[in-house]
Each structure stands twice: as structure tokens, then as C-alpha cells.
């Protein structure tokens, strides 16, 4: 039965809410602010959001907004997936709507029997998905990584996904036993030859799934921030025209994987271009916004799971 507008309405609000309380961390106090409502109405909605079952531990009910917003970038895009969720009006870099969604579409895959290829990458969102992912036996799945799990020290990284992930679900893993950056062309060249690593590019190459973030290509640049590139080797990218990277593989406005700089030492999975699995990138915030668009534009992906500020920065003209 189709809700009139007020009712729509009304429980857009109490969705709202009931993500600001359980999903972003905010006090009612805070809602109320946000939501320029009063302390009292803002615990009703909250409440009403449980009562009518909006929300368990994952947000259930679609905010009219946020799903016409993913419609329009489905559609201008030609996205096989596409998710928007609400922006935490206190944080507009937060990735708690974000992780809860990916955590969703990797659950949706694990749970079903038939056996399945996930390649992930790393970073804080991807890192936060995972966190939020229920535990469940699921050996008959596996799970590969995207990027390297050696940090530029030798330590491992700590924003390794794909053991984390296997851990909560019992999935065999396959883990990129390289550091993200080799330290010339030929010895990445030498190193892509050994037998685990070949194996493990070539499982990637079959995955059912491949779950990302998106870099920005600038100062705060987390490639540069993290330590796996220098500042000299951020400048040099930049120059070259990146304005983002994929797993380590920067590329410019238009989408095109650039054919110089770090990238010719980079022992990440390469990205096929146009995306051929369902490639879905996971990312929010107005810095990310030109290289989401490029890799759009660049057809590097095909899913996309933002909020509702950076969609909307997507589809300004």
C-alpha cells in the first residue's frame, strides 16, 4: 500500500534518526541539533524508528532521498549497484553509513552457498566493512586480496582486510605476500613471477566481487599520509595528472590508469578496464568527490556505495 507523502515523510525522519543514534554514535541531544527538532521529538523518532522496525542492527528502511539519489547515479553511470546512505551532518568524511552497507553486500554474497571469490581491498573503509561484518561458517568461500599486506617497515599492515575477514567467517584467504611498492620495475617484474603471488593474481582475476576504496590524489593523499609513498612520489604522480588511486593504482580525470610513476613498481592486482566483475568502491567525503567521478568516468568500477552529500556532488553538472 502506498504511504501518503506526510507519512513517507515522517518516517524518513525517524530513519534519520534511528542512523544518527545507532549507526553514527550521536546522542539525542545531538539529533535534536541536527535535525533542528526538539530533544523530545528527536527521542520519539528514534523510538517510532524501532517501533515500526526501521532499523535493527542495519538500517532497514530506504530514506526516499537517499534512494533517489542512487537511482540517478545508477542511471547516469550505468552502475550495477549503487547505495546512498545518509550524511552524518557533524561529520561529512565519517564512514559508518558506508562500512554498514558494504558490510551488507559482503554478507549478501557470503551467505549464499554457492561458492564465491571476494577480492577486497584495504584502507579505513574497507577496514571498518569488515568490522561490521556478523561472524558465520562459510569455508566454502574464498577470500583474496587486492593489495599487498607488507607495510613499507616489513611489518604487516594494519589495515589488512582479507585475514580479518576469514577470521569472522572461516573463508580460506589468499594474502599478497608483497610490499604495496617494489623498490624498481625489474625486481616487481621478478617478484610478480613466484608461484604464490602468480596464484593469488590469478585467482583475483575469477572473483565474483571486488570491494574497494577510492584515494584521493593530493597532500592528504592516504597512500602518502600512511607512509607506502613519498612526498617526492606523490608530487611526481600529481604532475603526471592523478587525481586518485585504486588499491595503489593512481589514475587521472578521465579514468585512465597512468603508465608512469609509482604505478610501475606497484604489485597490486590490475584493475580491467571497463570493470568486468561487479567492482564496487566504497567511499564518501567532497576531497574523494573528483576521483570517485573519474573512476566512473573510467569505467574502473561498476558499484558505488557513498553518502548523500558526495552523490550529489557526483551528479552536480
Not at 542511471?75 to 561529512?92: F, G, H, M
Not at 613519498?230 to 595528472?241: F, I, K, T, W
Not at 584493475?271 to 570517485?292: E, F, M, N, R, S
Amino acid at each position: 500500500m502506498t504511504l501518503p507523502d506526510n507519512e513517507k515523510a515522517r518516517l524518513d525522519d525517524a530513519a534519520r534518526a534511528g542512523w544518527l543514534y545507532f549507526i553514527a554514535g550521536r546522542t539525542q541531544d545531538e539529533i535534536a541539533r541536527l535535525l533542528k527538532v526538539s530533544r523530545a521529538t528527536a527521542q520519539r523518532l528514534v523510538s517510532l524508528c524501532l517501533s515500526q522496525k526501521l532499523i535493527t542492527f542495519r538500517l532497514e528502511h530506504s530514506i526516499t532521498g537517499c534512494m533517489e539519489l542512487a537511482a540517478r547515479l545508477t542511471d547516469k553511470y550505468n552502475l550495477r549497484i549503487c547505495e546512498v546512505t545518509p550524511t552524518d551532518p557533524a561529520s561529512a568524511i565519517a564512514v559508518a553509513g558506508i562500512a554498514e552497507r558494504a558490510a551488507n553486500l559482503l554478507e549478501s554474497v557470503l551467505r549464499d552457498d554457492k561458492p564465491a571469490i571476494i577480492a577486497i581491498g584495504t584502507g579505513r573503509a574497507m577496514r571498518a566493512a569488515v568490522e561490521q561484518v556478523r561472524p558465520m561458517d562459510r569455508p566454502n568461500h574464498r577470500l583474496v586480496a587486492l593489495v599487498g599486506n607488507i607495510s613499507p617497515d616489513g611489518s604487516a599492515t594494519f589495515f589488512d582486510t582479507v585475514g580479518r575477514l576469514a577470521d569472522l567467517t572461516k573463508a580460506r584467504h589468499y594474502p599478497m605476500p608483497l610490499p604495496l611498492l617494489m623498490s624498481s620495475e625489474a625486481e616487481r617484474e621478478q617478484m610478480l613471477k613466484i608461484g604464490p603471488v602468480k596464484r593469488v593474481h590469478a585467482l583475483a582475476a575469477k572473483a565474483d566481487l571486488r570491494l574497494v576504496g577510492v584515494g584521493q590524489m593530493d597532500k592528504h593523499a592516504q597512500v602518502h599520509v600512511d607512509g607506502f609513498i613519498s612526498r617526492e612520489e606523490l608530487l611526481e604522480l600529481m604532475r603526471l595528472g592523478a587525481v586518485g588511486e585504486l588499491t595503489g593504482w593512481a589514475f587521472d580525470a578521465k579514468g585512465q590508469v597512468l603508465k608512469a610513476g609509482t604505478n610501475r613498481r606497484l604489485t597490486s592486482i590490475p584493475h580491467p578496464v571497463p570493470a568486468t566483475a561487479l567492482t564496487v568502491a566504497a567511499a564518501v567525503g567532497p576531497a574523494k568527490v573528483p576521483a570517485i567521478q573519474a573512476a566512473l568516468n573510467g569505467r574502473l568500477i561498476n558499484g558505488l556505495i557513498t553518502d548523500e552529500a558526495t552523490a550529489t556532488a557526483l551528479l552536480a553538472p
